[in-house]
């Protein structure tokens, strides 16, 4: 592998998996949206003095919503509580210090189209899932606590994760320069229809927990992203760069055949399994040159071959299979 880290020359651009299969489909006449509750907005005007005024009439107009967020994902303690109206106080001025409220305005208006974002891969997800409904999406602000929170019917969104690469307070608060480059508008329908996929396809107790099956797990996962945005740069899908895009096309084949010299397909160890299929800032055995979790992207190369290969599996069928290792069986992957 003497040149394995020499970087592809020229861009490559993919519409389909290695050319293994095509993602577009003819949607046709087919409508869908992804409803956008813009709960954020009522909040960025309530002091700490103003809460409990504010309460009643917050549970009115969202419901559960609202206990939901402030206990839920703000963690803030019962409103009977003495120390409630401290906690979110500090709350509010841990927002003003870093002026979140006033830059999520500015980014995400009221007027902001950010049901727009999620259209292509709501119609998507009709066309596959036609019986299923896809759950509403609540924006909120949370200090920079996760990305999104998922519950039943419903995924909250931070919208101050979503403000840039180079958003200063991003690099203020120590975030490492590989997730600020996944912090883009663009990247909310991504993380939107992965966190979905992984909700309703969690991994089955039928599938042991190896580098080989999480390397399918996962590459299933970007299958299911692909044909939800098939226009949707590659780079976009997978969080890296598009350097590392061209790294992982490119050296597909010597990762696989590294992964199979070594001998640890079936190797159990949590922390190897991470190194090879995590997220990060490159894949350690290869480098800090390389694509992250590049192991998940020969699982991707799995899934793709499996499903060239058996062109009656649909993709509902792909995501209800229980035996990850199944599908490495049927596929004759060859990168």
């Known amino acids: 592998m003497r040149n394995f880290f020499k970087l592809l020359a020229v861009a490559i651009v993919l519409q ?13 006449d087919i409508d869908a949206d992804v409803k956008v509750v813009r709960f954020d907005r009522d909040f960025d005007t309530i002091s700490p003095q103003g809460i409990y005024s504010a309460l009643p009439v917050l549970t009115q107009k969202y419901g559960d919503f609202v206990n939901l967020y402030l206990e839920g994902i703000l963690e803030l303690p019962a409103p009977e509580t003495a120390d ?11 927002c003003k210090v870093y002026k979140i409220y006033h830059d999520v305005d500015t980014a995400f208006p009221a007027d902001a189209d950010i049901a727009g974002l999620f259209k292509d891969g709501a119609r998507h997800h009709k066309y596959y899932f036609p019986k299923d409904t896809l759950p509403t999406i609540f924006t909120v602000v949370t200090g920079f606590q996760e990305s999104l929170f998922p519950s039943e019917g419903l995924l909250a969104i931070s919208l101050e994760k979503y403000l840039g690469a180079d958003y200063p307070s991003y690099e203020q608060l120590g975030i ?9 508008k663009a990247m909310m329908p991504v993380d939107y229809f992965r966190t979905l996929a992984m909700l309703n396809y969690p991994k089955s107790d039928a599938s042991a927990e190896n580098l080989l099956n999480e390397m399918i797990y996962q590459g299933r996962i970007q299958y299911f992203l692909k044909s939800m945005m098939p226009s949707a740069p ?23 055949n590294y992964l199979i010299d070594k001998k640890i397909l079936f190797e159990i160890n949590p922390l190897l399994i991470r190194n090879f299929t995590g997220e990060g800032p490159f894949t350690n055995a290869f480098g800090n040159q390389s694509a992250p979790g590049v192991a998940s992207f ?4 799995i899934v793709c071959s499996f499903m060239a290969n058996n062109p009656n599996i649909t ?16 596929a004759r992957y060859n990168p």
């Open 84 to 94: 409630y109206m401290i906690k979110y106080g500090d709350f509010v001025n841990y």
């Open 176 to 184: 490492e320069k590989y997730k600020r480059r996944r912090m883009e």
């Open 298 to 301: 020969c699982g991707f190369g």
């Open 16 to 28: 389909s998996c290695g050319g293994r299969a095509n993602f577009e489909v003819e949607l046709g």
């Open 234 to 256: 590659d780079s976009l899908l997978w969080g890296y760069s598009n350097y590392q895009y061209q790294w992982a096309v490119e050296y597909e084949e010597n990762v696989w």
């Open 315 to 330: 993709l509902p069928q792909l995501m209800e299979i229980q035996d990850l290792q199944s599908i490495y069986n049927r």
